[in-house]
């Protein structure tokens, strides 16, 4: 159980084009789903945290006009790197959460986003 | 704030041999606390968590964690490791002031199994 499917696991795409990435509960309902950039051997960086049906909460430094995230659904939240440029590229990872103090996160598999 | 350390980036241990990773916590009130894995290029793996109750914590592939209050840790161990555990280990706290969730994430610590 508590499976976090995240699509694509892979992307590489020229400077200037946006870029979506899927994160999907399958198998229990994501009340609260989290988006982290991890760098080359390091910890995880968060960057929102989006609750279904509301506006994600960003974390400072975090340009949420460049990173739209829409949790439209209790399964499913969307990232969308806009007009991405080089330095955006990273490996990002999404997480979900049900409801309850003692849950853990569940994490996806990642998406290493390449922009030449 | 809540935070954790490990102070170790890596360890090192013989196939066979048991395998400690460290974890400390800074809390105000009760930790909840969280271990990870994490293989290259994919996401984190729930190994286990500590909430309240026993101390020692069982979880997932034989690993199990012992929550000291005394001395504020919550180090990951495993009686004989495999070489298919080599992977990078997060700890983490979850953030009391925040309700949805979140966690606190240590730096993570390389553990290499050698056959």
């Known amino acids: 159980g508590a499976v976090v499917s995240q699509h694509p696991s892979w992307v590489i795409c020229k400077s200037g084009t946006s870029v979506k990435i899927e994160c999907r509960s399958l198998d229990f309902q994501a009340t609260t789903m989290f988006w982290y950039r991890q760098f080359p051997k390091q910890s995880l960086m968060l960057m929102a945290t989006s609750n279904e049906g509301s506006k994600a909460t960003y974390e400072q430094g975090v340009e949420k006009d460049k990173f739209l995230i829409n949790h439209a659904s209790l399964t499913l939240s969307t990232l969308t790197v806009t007009s991405a440029h080089p330095e955006d590229s990273s490996f990002y990872i999404c997480s979900a959460r049900t409801r309850g103090d003692n849950q853990p996160q569940h994490f996806g598999d990642g998406t290493r986003l390449s922009i030449l | 704030a809540q935070s954790v350390a490990q102070p170790e980036d890596q360890v090192n241990v013989a196939e066979g041999n048991p395998l400690t990773v460290k974890c400390t916590y800074s809390v105000s009130g009760n930790p909840y606390l969280f271990w990870y894995v994490q293989y290259p290029n994919r996401g984190l793996q729930f190994l286990l968590k500590?909430?309240?109750?026993?101390?020692l914590v069982k979880g997932s592939y034989g690993f199990e964690a012992e929550f000291n209050k005394s001395q504020t840790s919550f180090h990951l161990k495993k009686p004989s490791a495999l070489v298919s555990d080599s992977a990078l280990y997060f700890c983490?706290?979850?953030?009391?002031?925040?309700?949805?969730?979140?966690?606190?994430f240590g730096a993570g610590t390389q553990v290499v199994v050698t056959p």
């Open positions: 500590y909430i309240t109750g026993d101390n």
């Open positions: 983490a706290v979850r953030d009391l002031t925040d309700s949805w969730g979140k966690l606190q």
